[in-house]
C-alpha cells in the first residue's frame, strides 16, 4: 500500500472538510423539500373534506396534526378515490404520484435517521466524495447490511425529485379545489412518470415570465 504523504493528508483533510460543510446543509435542504409535501398532502385533504360538507378547516389540522407520511398520503388517495370521478388514465396519474411520495417517504427515513460519518479508513471513498450511512435495520434474513456508502449527489438528485413531487402534489390539490379533471393537468411520460402539463400558476390566470 502507498505511503501517504503530508500533501495527501492535507488534501484528504480538504475533501473532508468539504463534503462536511455541504452534507449538513444537503439533509436540512431535504428536510425542508420533504415537509413541504406533507404539507401539501395535508392541505389536499382538507380541501377534499371542505368540498363535501366541512365547513370548519380546524377539524382537519386536529386529525391529521399526529399523523407521518404514510397514514396521510393513503388517506388522501383514498378520500380522492371515494370523491372523485376517476377515469382509468388518472388512476394512472394517481398510482404513479402517490407510489414517488411513498419513495420519498422511505428516503426521508434513511437520510433522516441514519448516523452520517466521514470515512477516512478509505481514502479512495473520500477522494469520489462517498460518506458512510449508519442505521440499523433488520430483514427476515437477519440484520441488514450496515453501513451503506452513499454520494451526497445522490441526496441531491432526491430533494430535486422532492420539489418535482410537491409541485405534482399542488397542482392536484388545486384540481380538486377548482374542480378540474385531473387528466387535463397531468400526462405521462415515456418512462411511465407522471409530469405536469402546466405551471401552478396558471391557476391563478397568471403566466410564467
Given amino acids: ?6 500533501k495527501d493528508h492535507l488534501l484528504l483533510h480538504q475533501k473532508a472538510k468539504e463534503l462536511s460543510d455541504d452534507l449538513y446543509p444537503t439533509i436540512g435542504e431535504f428536510a425542508v423539500s420533504f415537509e413541504a409535501i406533507s404539507h401539501a398532502v395535508r392541505m389536499g385533504i382538507n380541501d377534499v373534506l371542505q368540498k363535501n360538507g366541512l365547513r370548519n378547516s380546524r377539524l382537519t389540522d386536529i386529525l391529521v396534526s399526529d399523523l407521518t407520511m404514510q397514514p396521510l398520503q ?4 383514498a378520500l380522492l378515490a371515494e370523491t372523485e370521478t376517476l377515469d382509468e388514465s388518472e388512476v394512472v396519474i394517481l398510482d ?3 407510489k414517488r411520495i411513498a419513495q420519498l417517504g422511505e428516503h ?14 478509505n481514502p479512495d471513498d473520500l477522494r469520489n466524495g462517498l460518506l458512510l450511512s449508519y442505521k ?34 399542488d397542482q392536484l390539490n388545486m384540481c380538486v379545489y377548482t374542480s378540474r379533471k385531473i387528466r387535463q393537468r397531468f400526462s405521462v411520460d415515456p418512462h411511465g412518470r407522471v409530469v405536469a402539463t402546466g405551471s401552478i400558476m396558471d391557476f391563478f390566470g397568471k403566466k410564467q415570465k
Avoid at 393513503?74 to 388517495?77: I, M, N, P, S, V
Avoid at 441526496?155 to 418535482?164: F, H, L, P, T, V
Wanted: proline content about 5%; hydrophobic content about 35%.
Fill in 1 to 6: 500500500m502507498r505511503q501517504r504523504r503530508p
Fill in 74 to 77: 393513503t388517506a388522501y388517495r
Fill in 96 to 98: 404513479d404520484i402517490f
Fill in 108 to 121: 426521508r427515513n434513511r437520510i433522516l435517521h441514519s448516523a452520517w460519518f466521514i470515512d477516512f479508513k
Fill in 136 to 169: 440499523p435495520g433488520r430483514t427476515k434474513k437477519g440484520a441488514k447490511e450496515c453501513p451503506s456508502k452513499v454520494k451526497i449527489q445522490e441526496i441531491k438528485s432526491i430533494i430535486q425529485e422532492a420539489r418535482i413531487v410537491d409541485d405534482l402534489v
